[in-house]
């Protein structure tokens, strides 16, 4: 089954078309680059997969469900977790909040602070960030932290599709060693990827296919090996 079926999706802002008839799929279980310039379509594909954007036509399918009203419930249902090139991280409350807003609604005073911070711990010790306090406030962290914690939101809600956008961009070196084994083992565990990037290395690394957009068209979808650095 495809994780992801697309089917001649358009999208327009005003008199931009960020999107224009693009179809291809998703394997279930693969790691898939989303390469292209800046204003590709990239960000509005990601947008549309977690049901923030709706398309003006085509259709898509999300493990084999065909989406008739795109919702971020709607593809939460269906397993869709993502983690924002914007970064969606509440800036007045603590790491720990954070983490946890997608479980529970969080009434300030009634849900235990005790519980919150040990959820958030474990939730940070399963992706090896327990250097981070799930007490401190998000605005007083380094954006690579920040960044750390978007893409581990996204992974601790258990996603069956886990798309990640441009999610290096704040980190070094050592961090983009850090996802990379994450999302290794998300893999090995089935989980489907979809990464969007335009760091060639990267997605030669963590990708066994890339699809390749360019002003809002689909120019092709290949073997990450396929690849030239001057793509
Ligand atoms: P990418 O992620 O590949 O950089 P985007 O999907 O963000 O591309 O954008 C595709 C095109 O749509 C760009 O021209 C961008 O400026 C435009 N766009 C994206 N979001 C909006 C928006 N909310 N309003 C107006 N134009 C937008
Ligand atoms: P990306 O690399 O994903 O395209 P941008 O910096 O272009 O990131 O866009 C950041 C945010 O602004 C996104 O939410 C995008 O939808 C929105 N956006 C992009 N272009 C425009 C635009 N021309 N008008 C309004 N919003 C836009």
Redesign the pocket.
């Known amino acids: 089954m495809h994780a992801v079926e697309i089917a001649n999706l358009t999208k327009r802002?005003g008199a931009?078309v960020a999107l224009d008839d693009v179809s291809f799929s998703i394997g279930s279980g693969e790691v898939r680059a989303l390469i292209g310039e800046?204003?590709a379509g990239?960000?509005?594909i990601v947008?549309i997969l977690s049901g923030l954007v709706a398309p003006d036509s085509g259709s898509f399918s999300i493990f084999g469900r065909a989406i008739a009203t795109a919702s971020p419930k709607t593809s939460h249902k269906l397993g869709v977790q993502t983690a924002f090139?914007?970064m969606t991280l509440v800036p007045h409350l603590t790491v720990a909040e954070n983490l946890l807003i997608p479980y529970q609604p969080i009434r300030f005073g009634v849900v235990s602070n005790r519980l919150t911070c040990q959820k958030a711990e474990e939730a940070l010790a399963a992706l090896g960030l327990s250097f981070i306090d799930p007490q401190s406030l998000t605005t007083d962290l380094d954006l690579a932290t920040r960044q750390k914690i978007e893409i581990a939101k996204a992974i601790s809600r258990d996603p069956k599709l886990l798309l990640l956008?441009?999610p290096t961009s704040a980190l070094s070196a050592d961090d983009v060693d850090w996802l990379h084994e994450i999302v290794e083992r998300l893999s090995a565990k089935g989980v489907t990827v979809a990464f969007v990037s335009h760091r060639m290395e990267e997605v030669r690394r963590f990708c066994s296919s890339m699809t390749l957009l360019r002003n809002g068209r689909h120019v092709g979808t290949f073997a990450a090996t396929d690849v030239s650095d001057e793509e």
């Open positions: 802002y931009t800046n204003g990239k960000s509005t947008k090139q914007e956008d441009e």
